[in-house]
């Protein structure tokens, strides 16, 4: 069983279209992560979210606590947005989700 | 500032050998924490440690322990290793409180032959 269920699991684009991964946890957390992760290239941190939303750029995090649910969306896809996304949930540890590989074709 | 530093980047051993891995955080930043990326089981979380004491745990064997250092340095270490240890190794350091955003190494990549 997974704590954290992220869909989809693959996601292809074309460039400029609306994105939105979504991420599902079953255990009571204290935040939800998400992370960024470029072929052969190390994580970097997008968000970290305890309620609400949070913009950066581009990008926009929601999270619905009552629900258990979680959305990270990109506007204005790029190529260069092409990277594999995982949802991260915490509570005293980190349960992951499986990750969502996107590629956006120019 | 420089970024969160791993070493070695690389790494192949035996099964049944140990191995020690080091995890150099930002300046400043107190929390360390371990984690496991395979293909198949992909991110797993090991323990992190805070002011030297190991805070949280995840659901590894006794056979992956830690420690970390006064300077916040943190070592992880796999004692009599399997085939099935072989993986990316993330380490990833963050100011100190519970809920804060995360900055990782690069990792380094363990071979068990």
């Known amino acids: 069983k997974n704590e954290v269920e992220q869909s989809p699991q693959n996601l292809t684009a074309q460039e400029g279209e609306f994105i939105t991964i979504n991420c599902s946890y079953s255990v009571g957390i204290s935040a939800l992560h998400w992370l960024q992760q470029h072929p052969g290239g190390g994580i970097v941190s997008l968000f970290m979210?305890?309620?609400g939303k949070k913009k950066h750029g581009r990008l926009i995090a929601t999270i619905n606590i009552q629900e258990k649910h979680s959305s990270l969306h990109i506007t204005a896809s790029h190529p260069r947005d092409s990277a594999v996304y995982i949802c991260?949930?915490?509570?005293?540890?980190?349960?992951f989700g499986t990750g969502t590989s996107l590629t956006v074709i120019p | 500032k420089a970024g969160v530093t791993q070493t070695p980047r690389y790494l192949i051993k035996t099964r049944g050998q140990q191995v020690t891995l080091s995890c150099s955080p930002i300046?400043?930043?107190?929390?360390v924490s371990w984690y496991q990326q395979t293909p198949g089981q992909g991110l797993q979380f090991l323990f992190e440690y805070f002011s030297e004491t190991q805070r949280n745990k995840g659901n590894f064997p006794g056979r992956f322990s830690g420690r970390q250092f006064s300077n916040s340095r943190s070592e992880m270490n796999v004692s009599t290793l399997e085939l099935g240890d072989s993986a990316l190794y993330l380490c990833a350091s963050s100011p100190g409180d519970a809920n804060e955003k995360l900055f990782f190494g690069s990792g380094t990549q363990l071979s068990v032959l």
């Open positions: 979210l305890s309620s």
């Open positions: 991260a949930a915490t509570l005293n540890q980190f349960y």
């Open positions: 300046s400043g930043h107190r929390s």
